[in-house]
């Protein structure tokens, strides 16, 4: 059979005793199991032949299943095991790269950095979770509970631990508290808007008007507008990666198409007749020096007019934008408190410091423009593709709840329906025909614009509305 252990201290003499000193007598580990094919030898110290014999056994049986894992694999601790292995194996988008890795750096290994792989288990994650949920919101302690579980299960993969504890029945993970996405009234947006420099309002019109991120409405230049047509063609968006700027495709690397209402384009001419494009050279996708040909093909700068550009003619910086001039209209037109001076950490001069106002960013503008489309029922499947959202289940999961009189106009159309004198046959076994009625005789619901116009289109809706629910 494969595998034995040997005794290096000791070896027999002509009765088959161990009485005959080695030269390595009492140096070093006296027992060494060694001779399992594709398992690495290990030694254990003197009075433990026991031990070594239970470990051969075992080693022997989970090699044969193909199931063998050595513990000392895991004596890693999870920093070196994250910076040595998982994270060099990362792809994809880098600005998710940097977003994951600085979670990793500021949630993950401060508190369990220091720990062999094999000795993080479920009570030192319950501690870990315990200080995490002090330290940061509920959305952030799903976000790094969902990238640590991903290392343990590199882990497991990489055979370095036998399971990955995250999946412990009896250990709850983070849960973030549904919150529902808050429209602007008109005046708000308005209040707002009065309290940008004048250069920068038109964002304002951009996002309340077509839906665009704050990146792609940075990013929306002359060419994009088709005034004829009447739509805006969200093309790129400007995003920050290692503190440098680049174009890339819309989030979800999906270019779109959105409706332009005439107010919006009258603003737009407006603002280009007063501030005239600029063009704006940047590199696509990834700002960092390439490492090959390929990616300096993919990485060549482009350049856009720009609608919006800094003073300095230059792209503009979100974050900077944000705290230089959005939240600074926020407290302007009241809709959070006026910021407080605080001293610099340096020592020398103050600084100001608003309150809370992660609720109140520029995608307040995209929930407001989901409001009025939903508000007007618009069909639920066209605004998701002008948002951008993967699916239609994801704008319902989102903006369901704008959309109006959903439970009134249920229970009018069961009323009309079950108040109907004559019996048509139904279209299926499973569906009444042409339902919706108001509670006028041989009167339908007046149409609305954008209302879903066939009976199919609704049953999809509905659909999704189930899928939405599941999903959340």
């Known amino acids: 059979m494969a595998g ?12 088959g005793n161990r009485t005959i000193k080695t030269d390595r007598h009492g140096q070093g580990k006296r027992y060494k199991v060694a001779g399992i094919p594709g398992v690495r030898a290990r030694s254990f110290p003197d009075k433990q032949k026991k031990a070594a014999d239970a470990w051969l056994a075992k080693a022997i049986a989970d090699s044969n299943k193909g199931e ?76 790094a509970w969902g ?31 549904r919150s529902k996405a808050r429209a602007w009234t008109r005046s708000r947006v308005l ?6 420099p004048e250069h920068y309002r038109v964002l304002v019109d951009i996002g309340a008007g077509a839906g665009l991120r704050q990146g792609e409405a940075l990013a929306l230049s002359e060419d994009d507008i088709d005034v004829e047509g009447g739509f805006i063609h969200v093309r790129r968006q400007i995003r920050s990666i290692e503190g440098k700027l680049a174009f890339s495709l819309p989030k979800g690397n999906k270019t779109r198409t959105v409706p332009m209402p005439d107010h919006l384009a009258q603003r737009l001419a407006q603002h280009l007749e007063r501030f005239p494009a600029k063009p704006v050279t940047l590199p696509w996708k990834d700002p960092r020096p390439p490492t090959s040909r390929l990616e300096a093909k993919e990485r060549a700068p ?40 605080v001293p610099r950490k340096s020592g ?49 999961r989102v903006y369901g709840h704008f959309m109006p009189e959903a439970d009134g106009r249920g229970r009018q159309a069961l009323d009309a329906w ?30 609305q614009s954008g209302e879903l116009r066939q009976s199919d289109d609704l049953e999809t809706v509905l659909e999704l509305q189930e899928s939405a629910e599941a999903i959340a």
């Open 348 to 396: 020398t001069g103050t600084r100001l410091v608003y309150g809370p106002t992660h609720e109140m960013g520029f995608h307040s503008l995209r929930h407001t423009y989901a409001s009025v489309q939903l508000d007007s029922r618009e069909n639920p499947v066209a605004v998701s593709k002008w948002l951008g959202h993967a699916d239609a289940s994801i704008t319902l």
């Open 191 to 196: 209040a707002v808007q009065a309290q940008l």
């Open 68 to 143: 063998f894992i050595d513990p000392r694999d895991g004596n890693i601790l999870l920093r070196d095991y994250v910076e040595k292995h998982w994270w060099p194996s990362r792809t994809g988008d880098p600005a998710t790269l940097q977003t994951v890795g600085h979670r990793i750096r500021g949630q993950i290994l401060p508190h369990l950095g220091s720990t062999p792989l094999r000795l993080i288990k479920v009570d030192s994650l319950r501690v870990w979770l315990k200080q995490l949920e002090s330290e940061v919101a509920p959305g952030t302690a799903v976000v």
């Open 302 to 341: 482009q350049t856009h007019r720009l609608l919006v550009v800094n003073r300095n003619g230059n792209a503009v910086r979100a974050n900077m934008w944000n705290e230089d001039h959005w939240k600074w209209a926020l407290a302007e037109a009241g809709v959070i408190p006026k910021p407080k001076r």
């Open 147 to 177: 990238y640590l579980n991903n290392i343990l299960e590199c882990a497991v993969d990489d055979e370095r631990i036998s399971k990955n504890p995250c999946r412990a029945p009896t250990l709850k993970p983070p849960s973030a508290p």
């Open 4 to 15: 034995y252990v040997e005794d290096r201290w000791y070896k027999k003499d002509d009765k």
């Open 418 to 447: 079950f108040a109907r004198t004559d019996d048509p046959a139904p279209s299926s076994p499973d569906a009444p025909q042409r339902f919706i009625t108001t509670t006028g005789e041989g009167s339908s619901l007046p149409r």
